[in-house]
């Protein structure tokens, strides 16, 4: 299982978020006449620690967390809620079969309008330090 996939499963499970967006949770692309609230996360960078002999297998990217909504209380609240669930996480994500997570920080936040779309938009930076497979 690849981080992306362990996040999806991990937030979709996580019952304070589920009840503000319910399973609306996308990787990237927010689709087209989506019921708001919804998230979408992406990795927008994608870091990896080496050693001498080559990938250690231990990486940390960026992954930012999209927060939509109409009303900008509803953003804010979701927002809260993705931050809750992933600052400080430690633990095998995404289940038995996931991808062991040593940590997770939230770096950054912040509020953006649309006043084309009116809609609001708040985004979260996490830092998320986790095992990865190597060849």
Not at 24 to 41: E, G, S
Not at 42 to 54: D, L
Not at 108 to 114: A, E, G, L, M, R
Request: proline content about 4%; charged content about 25%.
């Amino acid at each position: 299982m690849i981080i992306e996939e362990a996040l999806y499963a991990y937030l979709t499970n996580y019952a304070e978020l589920t009840a503000l967006v319910g399973d609306r949770i996308y990787p990237v692309i927010l689709p087209q006449n989506t019921t708001l609230p919804a998230v979408t996360f992406q990795r927008i960078s994608g870091i990896r620690e080496y050693s001498q002999s080559g990938p250690s297998g231990l990486a940390h990217p960026r992954f930012q967390f999209s927060c939509w909504a109409e009303k900008y209380e509803e953003a804010k609240a979701v927002a809260e809620q993705i931050r809750l669930a992933l600052e400080g996480y430690k633990g095998m994500m995404g289940g038995s079969d996931g991808v062991r997570v040593d940590a997770i920080y939230v770096e950054d936040d912040h509020d953006i309008y649309d006043p084309e779309t009116k809609e609001y938009h708040v985004a979260l930076d996490a830092i998320i330090w986790h095992e990865e497979v190597t060849a």
